[in-house]
């Protein structure tokens, strides 16, 4: 780490000297030596180069800082480690437990504060520790959609809302939510500047640069980056209620993403989202309604054979009385020309390939075959947006109502 600072210190002094002699030809050898010290400082640790300096007071500090801008990606965490679900998890979950997927792109950068205090700038977004990954934690998105209900009217002592958070579980009375969330990984990195201006002369001073994901970047939200959530009903299980929640779920998660915002500085727009891609929606239950109805396919009938009075059976002229096939000599018996004996042939064909399938499903169907275990229930739909999921919800809503309303009645 000593080299490349020592090689900064002096290429600083032969800038120094050459602004002096106003010696043009020196002064851009000198920056071009103080760029390329700050690219090997940068490489062996940026931040650490550019807390020395800035304790100095030196301005050296801005050109490390302009060249941790130029490597500034975002490294991306191997699918290997599966850090988020798949639908089909939910078979090990208890009935009525669902997911819902949200993948997503960013319309506005997103901002928040990391916790990690050796950092070249003051405001660092949220990383992964291990891999440096920009992200939202499982627990920020709790946060930001709890702060959208609330916007939207919900208050914390709302039976529902416990019901989906949970509460303060300081004693004995308190309880866990049924939402659980998961965090979202972002593939880029950028950098916000905010620079405040003097109220006299009008004129930016102090510019202050941000960590942010920037626009277009994707994630998934995943409520269970993709936006993630599992849902998980314990205790009593009430279909009414969880069909209520998941109402209450989609009209949230839709609002948070694209009018509320997550993360810092969300009353000046950022971390507004544009849903891209499937939204896919699983639930541990059998909810034919959320499906799109198949639209009918009309088969055209096959051609008839001449032998043929309806698909799989044959002409009664070609059997005996007893059901027996007839022989050749038997049916051509008052006929002449070449086609009934033509005719005949095919028929007899078709006639001993289907005994020779009835045999065989016979026999397939004496042995006894063991019952298959039984799957667990579970419907799985994609839809092109949130609203569409809440239709669909709504739509499975009315008549368990009304079957309520019907048993408070009698």
Known sequence: MGEPLNELDRAKVELDQAKQRKDKKARQQAESKIE??????????PHLSYLWYEAQGSELKNSIRDAWQKHLN????????????KLSDLNHLPSLSFMLRVPFKLRKPY??????AFHLLDNPVRKDKVFQTPMVASTSWKGALRATLWQMGYQEEDEQIIRIFGDARDDEKGQSGRLYFYPTFFDKIGLEVINPHDRKTGTGKNP???ESVPISATGDFVILGDFVILYVPFCKIDEREVVEDLKLVIKGVEAMLTVYGFGAKTSSGFGIVEVM???AFAIRADWPELKQPEPEVKTS???????????????????NPDGSFKSKEQYLQGKSGKKPGQLYDKAKKWWDSEQLRLAETARVESIPEA?????????????????DLGERTQQIAEPLHQSEEISHDS
């Open 36 to 45: 390329q010290a700050a690219e090997k400082g940068v490489k062996i640790e």
């Open 74 to 85: 975002a490294s991306i965490i191997p699918d290997a480690f599966h850090f988020t679900p």
């Open 111 to 116: 901002l928040s504060k990391d916790d990690r």
């Open 208 to 210: 202050i640069f941000i």
């Open 277 to 279: 891609g499937k939204v």
């Open 301 to 319: 009938e096959p051609d008839l054979h001449r032998y043929l009075v309806v698909p799989g059976r044959i002409d009664p002229d070609f059997l």
């Open 371 to 387: 019952e298959p275990s039984p799957k667990p229930t579970m419907t799985e739909v994609c839809f092109d947006k949130l609203s």
